[in-house]
């Protein structure tokens, strides 16, 4: 996997300094409602790639529709009580503010801003918050190039700004680019075009991989495509991934092969959520930059994944970076376990005859 890519960012110094800022009264959220009555939803903010809030502002749980997309993410927001989605009803407006959490992608931000702008009613206030690396001083620029910048602040390595929504209409541009015929947004991994490692694992797929098949991690559906259309023996492409606008793309990707092979998809997070089938072969390109969890953890979680969801005759083909100690994890829990390839940046492997704890067939 290519180190350009993160997992969508925790945000914790942006929360922080948004607790400074409204305990110094720079923001006001709305008082949280305890029973919202349908018509009175809208009186609620929207928060975008949203984060659970500092303890210190936890009275304002209740003022929040939250959107997030990211699986881990999702269930830790649901955990502390806020209401979340993974994703907003397209018809979502006339709410009085958003708060929009920055992620690692420009354009990304640039997109969830005009999505923020597009759903809070004139006269309302949309809060842009991110990391200090998150880029939000050019995001600002940005913006304050189409409305003026109502306020700004810094702390704790993040920065914080604020506009007032206008009538104006912000005007979205595309959304959605293609990548050799698969849909592809910003956000995504390797948005701009298949990465290295999952091309060199494209070549060691073959028509043995048949029967039911996992793809885990499957981003926008770039191994589930290609082995589709190199194996007429796949019998069922299952496809598990955290990112829910990823996984509608996979949906998009796969579903355009157009093959005969039982097709389904999977909002999951791999590294804590129980997979309720039995595969053949699970084919991955695991991520493994998780803010600061060491960079191996989540690669070794989905290999023990892995090892669960197979069959005892099943297969694993995997591509990680050569430098990620896969290689411990992997003979512990398979018994036959084979490098196919080793180059300067990749290793893959083949790993097969999972051991199988009593009771887990
Ligand atoms: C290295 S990318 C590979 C994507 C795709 N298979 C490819 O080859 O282009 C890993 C994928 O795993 C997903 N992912 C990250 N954490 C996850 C988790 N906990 N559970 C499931 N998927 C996760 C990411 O969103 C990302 O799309």
């Known amino acids: 996997m290519s180190g350009k890519w993160r997992n969508a960012a ?50 304002f749980i209740g003022s929040f529709l939250c959107e997030q ?51 809070v009613r004139p ?9 200090k690396t998150a880029g939000t001083s050019s995001l600002r620029k940005w913006v304050g190039r189409r409305t003026p910048i109502a306020g700004h602040f810094s702390k704790h ?36 075009g298949p990465d290295a490692g999952s091309e060199l694992l494209t070549g060691f797929l ?12 499957a981003g926008w559906g770039y191994l589930g495509a290609k082995l589709l259309e190199i194996s007429g023996k796949v019998t069922t492409l299952d496809s598990y991934e955290a990112h829910w606008p990823s996984l509608k793309a996979v949906e998009t990707n796969i579903k355009r092969i157009g093959s005969d092979a039982d097709v389904n998809f999977f909002w999951l997070d791999l590294t804590a959520e129980p997979v309720g089938k039995r595969y053949d072969w699970i084919i991955m390109n695991p991520p493994f930059h998780v803010s600061r969890a060491s960079e191996s953890q989540i690669g070794a979680a989905f290999i023990r994944t892995a090892q669960n969801a ?27 376990v084979q490098t196919l390839e080793e180059n300067e940046k990749y290793k893959v492997f083949h790993a097969s005859r999972p051991f199988k704890k009593k009771g887990n067939t």
């Open 10 to 59: 925790p945000n914790e110094n942006s929360a922080n300094a948004l607790a400074t800022a409204v305990e110094r009264d720079l923001i006001t959220f709305p008082e949280p409602l305890p029973a919202i009555p349908e018509a009175e939803a809208n009186s609620r903010w929207l928060m975008l790639n949203a984060c659970p809030l500092p303890a210190r502002l936890s009275e």
């Open 69 to 119: 997309g990211f699986r881990p993410q999702y269930l830790s927001l649901e955990k502390a009580g806020y209401d979340v989605v993974a994703e907003l009803p397209s018809q979502s407006e006339g709410h009085t503010g958003a708060l929009v959490f920055a992620s690692r992608s420009r354009k990304a931000n640039e997109i969830e801003f005009a999505r923020a702008w597009e759903m």
């Open 123 to 131: 006269g309302g206030t949309i809060v842009m918050a991110g990391e």
């Open 157 to 192: 390595h993040a920065q914080l700004f604020w506009v007032i929504r206008t009538d104006e209409q912000w005007r979205q541009g595309q959304v959605t680019n293609l990548v050799e015929d698969f849909e592809v947004a910003p956000g995504m991994f390797s948005a701009d």
């Open 206 to 217: 073959t028509d043995k991989i048949s029967g039911e098949v996992a793809d885990f991690g």
């Open 310 to 336: 197979l069959k005892p005759s099943g297969s694993l083909l995997m591509v990680a970076n050569r430098e990620l100690p896969y290689e411990k994890v992997i003979s512990v829990l398979f018994s036959d």
